[in-house]
């Protein structure tokens, strides 16, 4: 995982003062890295029955569309307000800077489909347990979750209130 620490940027004062962004984009233009990445996050989940890949606007779609294809199993594309054709169902939830709101087709999933549920990272927990609370609103099993970093001074993973695990593959 020395590849993820060496190969995310850090971007002081980004969407605004006092956030520190973690940039993943020279992660994802190292052809080596970036698949070394998704082996390690889909490592996890394998044999594990998963149905569907749920990945969050806009960088979880990255990470989760390229796990779905190796975990053999659907991508479901997690949005954000108004990005989706009717009929949807939404949750609205809050963010280090702000609030936001998440939304999934109502025909995306099926009843008892398993599903795991892809982020880039986790930081307040606030888009990860928006994204659970929809999948299971549909009335699909969420299996788990994975992220590729954690940033564990702000605490995200105390708002995982699922008995299903959370996966990160690193951790600031």
């Excluded at 954000?80 to 939830?93: H, W």
């Excluded at 999933?109 to 994204?131: C, H, N």
């Excluded at 299971?136 to 970093?149: C, D, F, K």
Aim: proline residues 6%; aromatic residues 6%; charged residues 25%.
């Amino acid at each position: 995982m020395q590849a993820i620490y060496d190969l995310v940027r850090d971007v002081p004062d980004f969407p605004r003062p006092g956030i520190m962004f973690k940039d993943i984009t020279p992660l994802l233009a190292d052809a080596n890295a970036f698949a070394e990445c998704i082996r390690a996050l889909c490592d996890p989940w394998r044999g594990k029955g998963i149905g569907a890949v749920c990945g969050i606007e806009s960088r979880g779609f990255i990470f989760g569309a390229a796990m779905a294809q190796s975990l053999n199993a659907g991508f479901v594309p997690l949005r954000k307000a108004g990005k989706l054709p009717p009929p949807v169902v939404g949750m609205d939830y809050g963010l280090e800077y702000g609030l936001d709101r998440l939304e999934i087709g109502t025909e995306a999933l099926k009843p008892g489909e398993r599903v795991l549920i892809v982020d880039d990272v986790l930081a307040t927990g606030g888009t990860l347990d928006a994204g659970r609370r929809l999948v299971e609103r549909l009335g699909a099993e969420v299996v788990g979750a994975s992220v590729a970093i954690e940033l564990r001074g702000l605490d995200g993973r105390a708002r995982w209130v699922s008995d299903a695990p959370l996966h990160a593959l690193v951790s600031y």
